[in-house]
């Protein structure tokens, strides 16, 4: 892999907090999954690498720039997308308004350019139909995608979007995943999430953060391979399991180290990521 | 778009459009300029409005100008049937030569919402009535000592992760924070500064006088904007606008029934010369807008 973003030694405090500790990574190009428990610290590590907040220590690298300095970052700023976790509109504007203010604040001053820009991106995220619609008329789906659109106006090449797909039915995760998708190619994106599915599907590496630190950084198979040999099915809860949950068959699924003659079944990448937050947890639903 | 009436700014005295049986149509000129790609606004948004509804036009337009540029000039017009109407306030700053995007900026501004301005002009009223009713004091104290916390509250609503929806966007955007800031600051005050001007006309009694908010006004927009980002965009506005109460409560209660001195000529010139350090000082920390990090803030 070619890093394209490279952060080293980041830290950063908040009351007290270590929200960044000691966090390195390298990003290159293609779709980068983020995940993490609440309070893991992945918008902090997304806010800094947008350079929406700078860092207390550590160096970052962006697209070649480092953002540390007023004509570093201003430069980084020129390549990046950014999609916040609650991103805000001016709920009077129309779609199309929004996405020209954003491209105003991205430095599209020539009007006729700016809005063929605009249609470009509202085309790409498939909003051709309400671009003159006020946003407060949209469905959350939609507003997600105004969003998107926003982030990718000037064609960046490095695109952070945090928690896209959050509030989205399923229909409307399968379209988002779609977009992310083909926005991936040619850039480098990173998507904070949730959802190991949204990994499984769309990454072609993975993060995981916890307690303000990297825990694993490498491919989604890799992070599978993990848990190889460390997921068993039982008829009842194994207490000794780091993690178990009731499937949709009534069996247990149990994820730790398994006892002797467990019944091993094929790992997924919610196991890996299970085992590598280290942390005990035990859980009852369906799935 | 600017609509029909942009037409009108097309009229025969300003030499860039003809009448055909009552109909405006764009001049020749004109259509050479838009095929060429060189039509600058508003006269670019007339024409563009004018030749969605007028095949004649449209037919000259294509007679006039080269392939390659006229399939330029369609995909605009495209592009521009989707393009938001500008409202009243950006029409008229258009006009008056502010480039289209710093006007689409301007009246992006949280605050110039219609709600608000008529907050202000409400609490103007009031506060003209009420010094009027009190007919006897030489000082209208209350019009002065409110008057210049507008377009301190204003500018506080403008900016920041508070009250900004789109803050968190605005600020990993390439444009200046600082900018950005400057902006909002020069369309509240051209607001706010405008409502105070006529609240004074209404108060022609007292002369000069009803105009003593203005330094004050202008001094504490810019110390609470240049201890922003030390304090926070919610408290050092609430900072200042309770040290400037305080002070004049004390200034009133020392003047017994004589002007406050905060509105005397020494008061006014101590008022200016805050104005002019809090502004020095604002330039002076004008980078410290450029991230989203205020203090009251998480980042995450």
């Known amino acids: ?287 | 778009m600017s609509g029909m009436s942009g037409m009108s700014g097309m009229s025969g005295t300003s030499g860039t459009s003809g009448t055909s049986g009552g109909a405006w149509h764009v001049a020749a000129d004109d259509l050479r300029a838009y095929a060429r790609g060189e039509l600058a606004p508003p006269l670019l948004w007339s024409a563009d409005t004018h030749l969605v509804t007028c095949a004649r036009c449209r037919a000259v337009l294509a007679e006039t100008g080269d392939p390659v540029a006229l399939d330029e000039g369609w995909e605009r017009l495209d592009a521009e049937l989707d393009a938001p109407r500008p409202g009243f306030m950006e029409s008229a700053l258009t006009r008056f030569g502010v480039p289209d995007h710093t006007a689409r900026l301007l009246a992006a501004t949280p605050v110039l919402r219609l709600s608000w301005l008529v907050a202000v002009v409400a609490v103007l009223l009031t506060t003209v009535a009420a010094t009027l009713s009190v007919r006897g004091s030489g000082t209208p104290t209350l019009f002065l000592a409110l008057a210049p916390l507008l377009p301190v509250a204003g500018v506080a609503l403008s900016y920041g992760p508070v009250l900004d929806p789109t803050f968190e966007m605005a600020v990993v955007s390439p444009m200046h924070g600082f900018r950005l800031l400057m902006v909002r600051t020069l369309a509240v005050l051209g607001a706010v500064l405008g409502l105070n001007g006529l609240a004074s006309l209404a108060l022609p009694g007292y002369g000069l006088l009803a105009a003593a908010w203005l330094l004050p006004a202008l001094a504490l927009t810019a110390l609470a904007l240049a201890l922003t980002p030390r304090l926070g965009p919610v408290l050092a506005p609430a900072l200042v606008a309770g040290a400037w109460v305080g002070l004049l409560l004390a200034a009133v209660r020392q003047a017994s029934g004589e002007t406050p001195a905060p509105f005397t000529a020494p008061g006014q010139g101590v008022a200016a010369a805050v104005a002019v350090l809090a502004t020095l000082l604002l330039h002076g920390v004008r980078d410290r807008f450029d991230v989203g990090r205020f203090p009251g803030r998480r980042g995450a």
């Open chain 1, 1 to 287: 892999m070619i890093p394209t973003v490279s952060a080293s030694g980041l830290r950063l405090a908040h009351g007290g907090v270590r929200a960044l500790d000691d966090v390195s990574l390298r990003l290159g190009e293609g779709v980068t999954g983020l995940l993490g428990p609440n309070g893991a610290g992945k918008t902090t590590l997304l806010r800094v690498l947008a350079t929406a907040l700078p860092p207390d220590r550590g160096a970052l690298t962006v697209l070649g720039h480092d953002p540390s300095g007023p004509a570093g970052r201003q430069e980084v700023r020129r390549a990046l997308g950014y999609l916040p976790q609650t991103p805000g509109f001016h709920p009077d504007f129309t779609s199309f308004a929004f996405v020209d203010h954003v491209a105003i604040l991205k430095e599209m001053t020539d009007r006729a350019a700016r809005h063929r820009e605009v249609r470009r991106v509202l085309d790409a995220v498939d909003l051709r139909d309400v671009r003159g619609t006020r946003i407060r008329r949209l469905s959350g789906g939609m507003r997600q995608r105004v969003a998107l659109a926003a982030a990718l106006v000037g064609d960046p090449g490095f695109l952070v979007l945090d928690e896209p797909t959050v509030g989205l039915d399923p229909e409307q995760r399968m379209r988002f995943r779609e977009l992310i998708a083909t926005a991936g190619e040619g850039r480098t994106v990173l998507l904070s999430t949730h959802q190991t599915e949204d990994v499984a599907v769309l990454c072609n590496r993975v993060v995981v953060m916890a307690a303000g630190r990297v825990r694993f950084e490498g491919t989604p198979a890799e992070l599978t391979a993990r848990a190889a040999g460390r997921v068993w099915s039982s008829a009842e809860r194994d207490p000794g399991a780091r993690a178990c949950w009731r499937t949709g068959t009534g069996a247990f699924r149990n994820v730790g180290d398994p006892p002797g003659g467990a019944e091993l079944v094929e790992p997924t990448l919610e196991d890996g990521y299970l085992l590598t937050l280290d942390a005990p947890a035990v859980v009852e639903t369906t799935s």
